[in-house]
């Protein structure tokens, strides 16, 4: 029986060993079987088609692919399907989009510019951490940390990707400074740099004070406060709040400013959407400008949050609009994070200004590229230059507190439409200004003459030093030298608007936006005629 037993064993083990296997087999097709077909299911179910079909390209597709390269890919085109203000932004790009908005960022606190494939310190920021260590302004970064920072590859995206960075670490530059035959090392500590969105308050006569504001940030109402006190200790009763260029931002930065001007109650805004019920944002009484006289400037530029602020202004009969049509952009975005650090930005909603006007300028779904081109179309069409060429839809109007009829559907139309200013705009300004050379001639005029510049103790003391230096003149051989050909009529055409700007670059080199804006703006058509407004008895 035992050696029956012994010849059997293996044959009877063999035989369970192979049934074992065809069993598992087949399980395990069926199993395979089912996940595909319960993949398929949802695929076909409508529900999670989207997911059902990364899920099988990564489950059963011919090749390796990068599943999250695709997805990265997709989410960008779905959106775009929606709104052109839909948007995807990935991981990389989320950080910086925020920092503008935010009000700060991380870095080493310099202003920076290219030229001759270096790094140009064009001013240090106060009280950050270049300035704590002493970098100073026309100093030229060559190295980062140890490493050679020079050349046609160095761009703004990698000096800034190079500089930023979290806050508290260290990065060590190696810079060239016009005083020493040696490089000057420093090892700069990254920390908060202020980003700022009001960019500028003073006065343009004893009684009329103006604030620009670049964008609507988490620190802008409080940057607006201070130039409000500002100018009120300096004897403003009149204001000009310059929203030109304006791109929006946060709405609550928006309706805070908003709230300075009107009295209690006063409707300021509302917005609504399928799943955002309607939500109302009224005036508490408590702002500080109440009865102040008031001009808002607006462009084509101006959008979102700066189209809320100016049509609560006109919808109260509060403040005059002057400028031009504003961009027309009336959908609210909320941000929705992901895990992995990128986030999309997914309208939820539209506002409405206090008449009731949804200032959403027209849109076909898809139809990104034709929406880009509005602007350009407006152009074309007349529209900076004339009232007349602007299109009005007569079957939407809407009345303001006052009895004025005002429309939506397309931005925000001013009260006085003033046309862009081309005064000077000839082929030989237009080649300088995109080329950059008008930036680069003041940058380097400081730069040469940094020692002497400084004696000048004021801005005005400095404007009329460079009025006495024939700058326009070694401007143009500077023009023929970088091979620009010179046609001496629109030389002389072109001589008023590109003083101006080399006056006011190489002020700001050296006193900051505070001295630039005045001399910038000295010439502008709507601050004229805003001015001139606010002077009426």
């Not at 390796?64 to 709104?83: G, Y």
């Not at 990935?90 to 989009?97: T, V, W």
């Not at 190079?162 to 060590?172: H, W």
Request: with cysteine; charged share 25%.
């Amino acid at each position: 029986m035992n050696n029956k037993y012994k010849l059997w064993l293996p044959l009877f083990l063999g035989l369970a060993v192979a049934i074992g296997i065809f069993i598992g087999n087949n399980m395990a097709k069926r199993a395979n079987n089912q996940a595909n077909t319960n993949l398929l299911r949802s695929f076909f179910s409508g529900n999670s088609k989207l997911q059902a079909v990364v899920d099988l390209i990564d489950a059963e597709y011919v090749d390796e692919v990068n599943v999250d390269s695709i997805t990265e890919e997709m989410l960008p085109k779905i959106l775009a399907n929606l709104d052109p203000h839909s948007v995807y932004i990935p991981a990389k790009e989320l950080k910086m989009a925020n920092e503008d908005l935010e009000g700060s960022f991380s870095g080493i606190g310099v202003q920076f510019n290219i030229q001759n494939d270096t790094i140009m310190v064009v001013s240090v920021i106060n009280g950050g951490p270049s300035e704590k260590l002493g970098v100073l302004a026309g100093d030229r970064i060559v190295t980062v940390d140890d490493s050679l920072f020079v050349g046609d590859s160095v761009t703004n995206e990698r000096v800034v990707r190079k500089l930023r960075g979290e806050k508290g670490t260290k990065v060590k530059l190696g810079i060239k400074r016009r005083s020493s035959k040696k490089l000057i090392y420093f090892m700069v500590t990254r920390g908060d740099v202020p980003v700022k969105s009001v960019d500028v308050s003073y006065m343009l006569t004893p009684e009329i004070g103006y604030i620009k504001v670049s964008s609507f940030g988490a620190q802008t109402f409080d940057e607006f406060q201070t130039a409000i006190a500002k100018l009120n200790h300096n004897g403003a009763k009149k204001f000009v709040v310059d929203l030109r260029g304006n791109p929006g931002g946060y709405l609550d930065a928006a309706i805070s400013m908003v709230n300075e001007f009107l009295k209690k109650g006063s409707l300021i805004v509302y917005t609504e959407g399928k799943s955002y019920p309607k939500k109302e944002a009224f005036a508490d009484g408590r702002g500080s400008c109440q009865t102040n006289e008031l001009v808002v400037l607006i462009d084509e530029w101006s959008a979102s949050a700066s189209e809320i602020f100016a049509g609560a202004m006109q919808d109260n009969d509060r403040g005059l609009i002057i400028g031009r049509r504003s961009f027309g952009k009336g959908l609210v975005q909320q941000q929705i994070p992901f895990n992995d650090g990128s986030a999309v930005r997914l309208t939820i909603a539209r506002y409405y200004t206090p008449s009731g006007r949804c200032i959403q300028k027209p849109y076909v779904r898809g139809k990104g590229e034709e929406y880009e081109m509005d602007i350009m179309n407006r152009y074309l069409h007349g529209e900076f230059s004339s009232k007349d060429s602007v299109k009005i839809d007569d079957s939407l109007k809407y009345t303001t507190i006052g009895g004025r009829t005002v429309y939506g559907n397309g931005g925000i139309m001013p009260d006085i439409f003033v046309s862009k200013d081309t005064l000077g705009f000839t082929p030989f300004y237009n080649k300088v200004v995109n080329e950059g050379f008008i930036y680069e001639f003041a940058f380097q005029y400081v730069d040469t003459n940094r020692n002497q510049l400084l004696k000048l103790k004021t801005p005005q003391n400095l404007n009329n030093y460079l009025k006495k230096q024939g700058l326009y003149n070694k401007f143009v051989a500077f023009t023929d030298k970088k091979g620009v050909k010179r046609k001496t009529l629109q030389v002389q055409k072109s001589r008023a608007i590109i003083e101006t700007l080399l006056y006011a670059f190489i002020i700001r080199d050296l006193f900051g936006d505070d001295a630039f804006y005045p001399i910038f703006n000295k010439d502008d058509s709507c601050i004229k005629v805003a001015v001139k407004e606010l002077s009426k008895k």
